[in-house]
T-cell receptor
Framework: AQRVTQPEKLLSVFKGAPVELKCNYSYSGSPELFWYVQYSRQRLQLLLRHISRESIKGFTADLNKGETSFHLKKPFAQEEDSAMYYCALNSGYSTLTFGKGTMLLVSP | EAQVTQNPRYLITVTGKKLTVTCSQNMNHEYMSWYRQDPGLGLRQIYYSMNVEVTDKGDVPEGYKVSRKEKRNFPLILESPSPNQTSLYFC???????????????FGPGTRLTVT
């Protein structure tokens, strides 16, 4: 069965510090992974997807099939990055399996 | 404006009183889905629909019903709500594309439901 694990419920950093939000997955097929973000009192929105290998708002994520990971990284955190981040796995038939989320708090 | 809308945004009700949360999208998406979001549990899928008249259970379907009579609407029905259904509910839609890698879900603003 597919599973997405985000081991940290809360990650607190200072502005300008590097950030890494961890995501590990378990899936027998070829994974399609996403990061979604939810800012305070807003709806979830797609941040990035592994297939496009893009950088959005300074965030990047690399799929590591050997370690079954899809960690989200940013070299210099900003206060406006404070939000809830969800890693998600497309597990076939357009069904997304979400991790439990990591709250990122960036302090000035 | 392309969007997913939900109504109501907030609802307080009592145990056993049937309710419906509506979801509508104007993007002509084939796929629609309902999730509930609970602290410490993240988002869990309740039901999803691949197209009109095609629905299927997600991870936590117990106590919920859905219907998909029109492409744009996907209401969530709680026939007999219970306190453990107190949660934040999100509807989402997506185009269904053969190239799954392009898949992205668009979320509604959420409905906060309290069952007393």
């Amino acid at each position: 069965a597919q599973r997405v694990t985000q081991p940290e419920k809360l990650l607190s950093v200072f502005k300008g510090a590097p950030v890494e939000l961890k995501c590990n997955y378990s899936y027998s097929g070829s994974p399609e992974l996403f990061w979604y973000v939810q800012y305070s009192r807003q709806r979830l929105q797609l941040l990035l997807r592994h297939i496009s290998r893009e950088s959005i708002k300074g965030f990047t994520a690399d799929l590591n099939k050997g370690e079954t990971s899809f960690h989200l990284k940013k070299p210099f955190a900003q206060e406006e990055d404070s939000a809830m981040y969800y890693c998600a796995l497309n597990s076939g038939y357009s069904t997304l399996t979400f991790g439990k989320g990591t709250m990122l708090l960036v302090s000035p | 404006e392309a969007q997913v809308t939900q109504n109501p945004r907030y609802l307080i009700t009592v145990t056993g009183k049937k309710l419906t949360v509506t979801c509508s999208q104007n993007m002509n998406h084939e796929y629609m889905s309902w999730y509930r979001q609970d602290p410490g549990l993240g988002l869990r899928q309740i039901y999803y629909s691949m197209n009109v008249e095609v629905t299927d259970k997600g991870d936590v379907p117990e106590g919920y019903k859905v219907s998909r009579k029109e492409k744009r609407n996907f209401p969530l029905i709680l026939e007999s709500p219970s306190p453990n259904q107190t949660s934040l509910y999100f509807c989402a839609s997506s185009p269904y594309l053969p190239q799954r890698a392009l898949y992205e879900q668009y979320f509604g603003p959420g409905t906060r439901l309290t069952v007393t």
